[in-house]
């Protein structure tokens, strides 16, 4: 049975698109952008087989659950380490580990003024902003060469790196919510805030229609 579309899409979401081995954050995707491949491998926590590594007689399934993201040097390592060098409790203690970092990402940042809280929230827009003019629906790339890997390209960097730069924006403004006191501002995060929720699932589980990014959001923090 082959892993399917929503958990790939969850466990390279969750862990950023980098390698889930503590000390490697290897940036899985860095590659993609110049040969039509992935970097990143989706290892099994308890082997798919009874033969493989940390199998068992029942074999691992083929879900988010039993996924783990790592780079491929890692993926070799623990696959051909011997038996009991990392076990199935290690792995899930590094995927719970890295994933914890990447959802807590500016949870405790916290700001002295509102213009630094304003500018480090402009930085991840226009980080999300330059992935979507480099390679969304409507880029050069994908509009030039509908053959070429600008769609793959798309699909890994909104879940590896647009959503979990969402996830960070909120983290910031709910950090520093002292430092917001303006009802248009208030309302423009609240639009935000769905946006955010919307186009997640969208993203995960294709929408027929989902809020839209809030033109008034990028007016106050860009």
């Known amino acids: 049975m082959a892993i399917g579309t929503v958990d790939t899409k969850i466990l390279w979401g969750r862990a950023g698109g980098r390698c889930s081995k503590p000390g490697c954050d290897e940036?899985?995707?860095?590659?993609?952008?110049?040969?039509?491949?992935?970097?990143?491998?989706?290892?099994?926590?308890?082997?798919?087989?009874?033969?493989?590594?940390?199998?068992?007689?029942?074999?691992?399934?083929?879900?988010?659950?039993?996924?783990?993201?790592?780079?491929?040097?890692?993926?070799?390592?623990?696959?051909?380490?011997?038996?009991?060098?990392?076990?199935?409790?290690?792995?899930?203690?590094?995927?719970?580990?890295?994933?914890?970092?990447?959802?807590?990402?500016?949870?405790?940042?916290?700001?002295?003024?509102?213009?630094?809280?304003?500018?480090?929230?402009?930085?991840?827009?226009?980080?999300?902003?330059?992935?979507?003019?480099?390679?969304?629906?409507?880029?050069?790339?994908a509009q030039s060469d509908p053959s070429s890997n600008a769609y793959l390209v798309w699909e890994l960097r909104r879940i590896d790196k647009i959503l979990p730069n969402n996830r960070k924006i909120l983290n910031l403004i709910d950090a520093n919510e002292e430092l917001i006191d303006e009802m248009p501002t208030i309302r423009a995060i609240e639009k935000f805030r769905a946006h955010v929720e919307s186009y997640e699932k969208h993203v995960y589980q294709r929408l027929d229609s989902y809020q839209l990014f809030p033109s008034e959001f990028s007016e106050v923090f860009s």
């Open 27 to 141: 940036d899985l995707t860095a590659l993609v952008e110049s040969g039509n491949y992935v970097v990143g491998e989706m290892a099994h926590v308890i082997g798919s087989k009874p033969t493989a590594a940390r199998g068992t007689p029942e074999g691992g399934e083929d879900s988010y659950d039993n996924l783990i993201l790592l780079c491929p040097t890692h993926h070799t390592h623990i696959d051909k380490a011997p038996e009991g060098t990392y076990t199935v409790d290690m792995l899930h203690e590094w995927k719970r580990q890295h994933e914890a970092e990447i959802s807590n990402a500016g949870k405790t940042t916290i700001f002295d003024d509102f213009s630094k809280l304003r500018i480090a929230i402009a930085r991840l827009l226009a980080s999300n902003k330059a992935i979507f003019d480099a390679f969304g629906p409507m880029s050069s790339a």
